[in-house]
């Protein structure tokens, strides 16, 4: 019962039902009314043509006796009618019978077109005084039985209610095939979700024949196999590259291990392997550390203290720190004085990171430029080096993880990526660009309010 709550088809046919019994309802109280309505207009024309016959015999007549033998033969034959006739002496003329007519004579006479229950039916009445020929004031009380036009009314009722129950089923039965006829694109996309799965993720629901209210859906579904198909790959080839870059210390370790054990081995010899073992150690923890760190990142667990910091200072202690890995190229620093909002440790290693891969790809006699410049709402900071460019293809992946351009460069590629993860962490922007010139990477970073 609960799944039959939660169905798009039992709702939307449900509503329909509804509307339809709505519909029903209010079309049956407008045309019960309205036929009301016409019944009441036609018998106050009747009333009003009776007792004008009565007010005119009466006019012509000037004995209450003479009135009743005229009236007696002007109304042969008129079975639904009532007439009530009263003179300043009493009761003159009751028609059909005294005991049907009696009640008539206590109605007023400006009480207009009246409707009043007798004997367990309805009478529709109407009451006015006019002259016999001598002068003399009489009251005329003339009215009809009503019961066969309340009778056609309260069958036209059931016939509606009748027609609303049988709407209400049709529309179910019908909205129930209009609703599955129409949920089947739903249904089709729930199929071919259940086809996708991790080795198949190319396929992709066709948009052609979609309605236009799924279109959207479609769009957004495929938007996001989309993603998922390119984080997939990135995640394999994230894998395999993880695994090669662990690959080679351990086989490193392993190797230098089994020939130490081959034979006996001096004590310096000895204190030799541990050396070389503790710097495979260092590499496969700096490793470690850094997928941890962007582990951290991806899923939003970088959060930076923000401090106000004055950037060239910052830039100024990091030249000094790695000058001496510069000897061969020249480093400057210009740009106006900026601060920054972000974590100081975090951004000295963002920008230890650019700068250690722009003396990585200086040239002997090359030249190294950190300049700063100011915006009204962000900081910026470029670190450019002259040497070869790199190639346009290259620069999308330059962020990526293990990405090196060289098979023989230094370190384990994952320099850029921590940089950028650190920018992002904060906000801001990192961007590169490369010509035969010099390569530039840009850093935009929230100014210090």
């Known amino acids: 019962m609960a799944a039959w709550h939660r169905s798009l088809t039992l709702r939307l046919s449900a509503a329909f039902a509804l509307l339809a019994i709505a519909v ?56 639904s009618l009532l007439l009530a006739v009263d003179g300043p002496q009493g009761a003159i003329l009751r028609w059909p019978e005294a005991a049907q007519a009696e009640g008539l004579a206590a109605l007023p006479s400006q009480g207009g077109l009246q409707t009043l229950p007798q004997g367990g039916r309805q009478l529709r009445a109407l009451v006015a005084d006019a002259p016999l020929a001598d002068g003399r004031l009489l009251h005329i009380a003339v009215a009809r039985d009503i019961h066969h036009h309340t009778d056609f009314l309260d069958q036209l009722q059931r016939d509606f209610q009748l027609a609303m129950l049988a709407a209400a089923l049709l529309t179910i039965a019908v909205g129930v095939l209009i609703a599955r006829h129409g949920l089947r694109p739903l249904r089709d996309m729930a199929a071919m979700a259940r086809r996708i799965s991790a080795g198949q993720l190319t396929e992709r629901l066709p948009s052609q024949a979609v309605p236009p209210e799924l279109a959207a859906l479609v769009s957004d579904f495929n938007a996001m196999l989309d993603r998922l198909q390119d984080a997939f790959q990135r995640l394999s080839n994230f894998s395999a590259d993880l695994a090669h870059e662990l690959r080679t210390p351990l086989h490193s370790l392993r190797m230098q291990t089994e020939v130490s054990l081959s034979k006996a081995r001096s004590n310096d010899e000895y204190r030799e392997l541990l050396a070389s073992n503790l710097e495979e150690y260092e590499r496969l923890s700096r490793i470690i550390g850094d997928m941890l760190f962007l582990a951290k990142a991806d899923n939003g667990l970088i959060i930076p203290q923000r401090e106000a910091i004055a950037l060239l200072p910052l830039c100024e202690r990091l030249l000094d720190y790695y000058g001496l890995l510069a000897e061969h190229a020249e480093l400057s620093l210009r740009g106006p004085a900026c601060t920054v909002s972000g974590d100081r440790l975090m951004l000295e290693r963002a920008i230890g990171n650019l700068l250690v891969n722009a003396i990585k790809h200086t040239p002997p006699g090359g030249r190294i430029v950190l300049e700063t410049s100011d915006a009204p709402d962000s900081v910026r900071l470029n670190i450019s080096n002259s040497g070869a460019a790199i190639p346009s293809a290259a620069l999308p992946r330059l962020f990526d993880r293990f990405v090196r351009l060289s098979p023989d460069s230094e370190g384990n590629g994952l320099g850029l990526a921590i940089t950028r993860s650190i920018i992002l962490a904060h906000g801001g922007e990192i961007s590169v660009s490369s010509d035969s010139q ?5 850093l935009k970073l929230a100014k210090a309010g």
Do not use: K, N
């Open 24 to 79: 029903f309802a209010a079309l049956a109280l407008y045309l019960g009314r309205a036929a009301d309505a016409h019944m009441a207009e036609l018998d106050a024309h009747e009333l009003h043509a009776r007792q004008h016959l009565v007010a005119h015999i009466a006019a012509q007549t000037r004995s209450p006796e003479a009135l009743v033998t005229r009236l007696s033969d002007a109304l042969a034959g008129e079975h």
């Open 438 to 442: 010099a390569t530039c990477f840009t």
